[in-house]
């Protein structure tokens, strides 16, 4: 569209004050236009796609008191859900 060449971005992250380089090479590209896709499908279904709950990644998720990833989905059962709440909690007494 532009005819410019852009090889390379960067991210900055405010926690650490750093940018990390990202080099936009065609893997990146070719991922970023698969999941673009998909995110044109979902918006067209009109259906969001249920929380995964990822220890790693919903700790420190600013979305997470809206999100309620650890709610039970229909593919979990409530009692799975309890037991885990149960199990984590008894973790942070002990
Ligand atoms: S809390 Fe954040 S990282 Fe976890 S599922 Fe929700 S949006 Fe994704």
Redo the contacts with the bound molecule.
């Keep these: 569209m532009l005819e410019v060449s852009i090889s390379a971005g960067q991210i900055f992250y405010g926690q650490t004050r750093r940018r990390t380089d990202v080099p936009f090479d065609e893997d990146l590209r070719s991922r970023t236009r698969s999941l673009a896709a998909r995110l044109h499908e979902l918006m067209r279904s009109g259906v969001t796609p249920p929380?995964?709950?990822?220890k790693r990644?919903?700790e420190r998720?600013s979305?997470?008191p809206d999100?309620l990833?650890e709610l039970p989905t229909k593919r979990q059962s409530a009692a799975g859900w309890l037991d885990r709440q149960l199990e984590s909690a008894l973790k942070v007494e002990s």
């Design positions: 929380a995964i709950y990822d990644k919903c998720c979305l997470k999100c990833p």
